[in-house]
């Protein structure tokens, strides 16, 4: 797609070696990310308004070409005559034909306007920039939303797996219950418990697995597929090394969409004040063309008169009194540029604050999972422990399954804790403009 920004084009690209080891048959992240940038409705959307803001930025539309234009008539008549003539004739005469033909090709070409077509190419061509920019932030948003998208659909496939496990681990617990309950080494309630667990686990397991199918969905919404059609996303989150936050906040004040967005505004409120600039000065126009007319007439003073012929001159309008318009349009468009460019400052700050704190929600998601994965190993392997004391009848059947729900519970964090840490990595990079 010839208006696609080359940043996004390669930001696929380089997703794509972070996850070249993944499954043929599952859905890769930056083919997500490729297949939403060419078929997602708000980008498509995008890249027509960025067509339309290129075809019109030429000379044609700022003024600097001519305008030729043709107009011609034909008219017919047919009319009573009565003419008294100054030398004594009379014409007398009822049904009398009249034809008139007129043509006329014109030219006028504006050869100085006060350089008012030169500040208004660069004001279309700033206009250009901001659709293209549009554009881009577009892309951006769209591979935040789908990275995001993704990241939830991961998260969910990943904890139905561990509700599936840990299913296996109550469905052994049952029948070891049952066992010692029918032998009558264990009361009732331990088997009664044992099942009232195991089904808690198989409901939580089918609100997973319709969470699943929803954030499939979404993401399917993205891509423009249908909402049910197949999708098979990865299993786990890649945890790489944290981005250079320095170089990320550097590209953030040099190519936020947003942040360009304002500079093309600044820029087109000071071609406009120029516009306005050029009205106190002279217009100029060459003019040039072709005439043609031609009557004829069954009776009268005049049978046919026919006239036809070039012609050229100059046309020449000095401003002398505007009743104060121009002051107050150069007025106005100074207020609206000092606007634009506090708007600017505001955002650089709002920006500086959004990377600030994505930033702190990033390291602490870090720390966080971290601290979490080491309790999930303990618990984990805590958990393996007392299901072998249990079948040792070392321990009860409330110890395990307290000692259960707390790895249960630990993985859930953990896994929520990898969620939190991709998630802000993600708007990291969309504030930077840079998902490579």
Do not use: C
């Amino acid at each position: 797609m010839k208006y696609l920004p080359k940043i996004l084009v390669s930001a696929a690209l380089a997703l794509a070696t972070t996850h070249a080891a993944q499954a043929q048959d599952s859905l890769q992240l930056p083919d997500a990310v490729a297949e939403a940038i060419e078929k997602n409705y708000g980008v498509v959307l995008a890249t027509n308004e960025a067509k339309v803001s290129a075809i019109n930025n030429n000379w044609g539309n700022a003024g600097l070409w001519p305008t030729i234009g043709f107009s011609g008539a034909y008219n017919y008549s047919n009319t009573n005559l009565n003419q008294e003539l100054t030398n004594g004739t009379t014409i007398k005469r009822n049904g009398v034909n009249n034809q008139s033909l007129t043509g006329s090709v014109a030219l006028a070409w504006t050869v100085f306007d006060g350089m008012k077509m030169f500040a208004t190419k660069d004001r279309l061509t700033e206009l250009e920039k901001t659709g293209q920019t549009q554009l881009r932030k577009q892309m951006l948003q769209t591979t935040y939303t789908v990275m995001i998208a993704y990241y939830n659909a991961v998260r969910y496939q990943q904890q139905i797996a561990n509700t599936q496990e840990f299913i296996a681990l109550l469905t052994e617990r049952e029948k070891i219950a049952n066992r010692a309950f029918q032998i009558g080494s264990s009361a009732k309630t331990d088997l009664l418990q044992s099942r009232l667990d195991l089904q808690t686990q198989q409901i939580a397991l089918t609100q997973q697995q319709t969470a699943l199918q929803k954030a499939k969905a979404e993401l399917n919404r993205l891509l423009t597929r249908r909402p049910d059609a197949p999708m098979a996303v990865r299993n786990r989150f890649d945890v790489g090394a944290a981005p250079d936050f320095a170089a990320l906040e550097s590209k953030m004040l040099s190519q936020n969409a947003d942040w360009l967005i304002t500079q093309h505004a600044i820029a087109t409120a000071t071609f406009t004040q120029k516009e306005i600039d050029s009205q106190k000065w002279p217009t100029l126009q060459v003019l040039s063309g072709y005439n043609l007319s031609n009557s004829r007439s069954d009776a009268g003073f005049t049978l046919v008169n026919q006239n036809y012929g070039p012609y050229a001159g100059l046309s020449l309008r000095i401003p002398i009194l505007s009743g104060n318009t121009i002051r107050n349009q150069k007025q106005v468009a100074a207020v609206q540029q000092k606007s634009r460019s506090i708007e600017a400052e505001s955002l650089k700050n709002d920006l500086q604050n959004y990377f600030y704190t994505a930033r702190l929600d990033y390291q602490n998601a870090q720390q966080i999972m971290s601290q979490r994965a080491g309790n999930m190993e303990l618990a984990k392997e805590n958990a393996d422990i007392a299901l072998q004391q249990f079948k040792q009848k070392q321990i009860d059947i409330i110890s395990l399954r307290q000692v259960q729900l707390n790895y249960q519970e630990a993985f859930t964090l953990w896994l929520d804790a990898q969620y939190q840490l991709k998630a802000a990595e993600a708007y990291l990079r969309l504030l930077a403009a840079d998902f490579n």
